[in-house]
């Protein structure tokens, strides 16, 4: 019933900017923290940023200064604009988002994934 749509993957080179959005749809009550992960092969996916619905934010230190994350509420959107990019951002990013559906306990959904590459 709640799907969680990706855009915005792609290839870039280093020093390059991407912008990666998250939509959700759905039978949706109200979407409590709303984040980014990502995983590189041989690595553990780990968290990017995240952010509540209030507007309060999270950064994994070695992105700090280059993302940043937004929401727009209205939308049941998330989007992740990353600057700067290194070739070690590279990775599988998944939007990940904590949803309160009606008529039930809040849980968390994922996106299917969408690849960022970052290659000169």
């Known amino acids: 019933q709640v799907q969680l749509v990706e855009s915005g993957g792609g290839l870039v080179q280093p020093g390059g900017s991407l912008r990666l959005s998250c939509a959700a749809s759905g039978s949706i009550l109200s979407i409590n923290t709303m984040g980014w992960y990502r995983q590189a092969p041989g690595n553990q996916r780990e968290l990017v940023a995240d952010?509540?619905?209030?507007?309060?934010?999270n950064y994994a230190d070695s992105v700090k200064g280059r993302f940043t994350i937004s929401r727009d509420n209205a939308k049941n959107t998330v989007h992740l604009q990353m600057n700067s990019l290194k070739p070690e951002d590279a990775a599988v990013y998944y939007c990940?988002?904590?949803?309160?559906?009606?008529?039930?306990?809040?849980?968390?959904?994922w996106g299917q994934g969408t690849q960022v590459t970052v290659s000169s």
């Open positions: 990940n988002a904590n949803i309160k559906q009606y008529f039930q306990r809040p849980k968390d959904y």
């Open positions: 952010i509540t619905s209030g507007g309060s934010t």
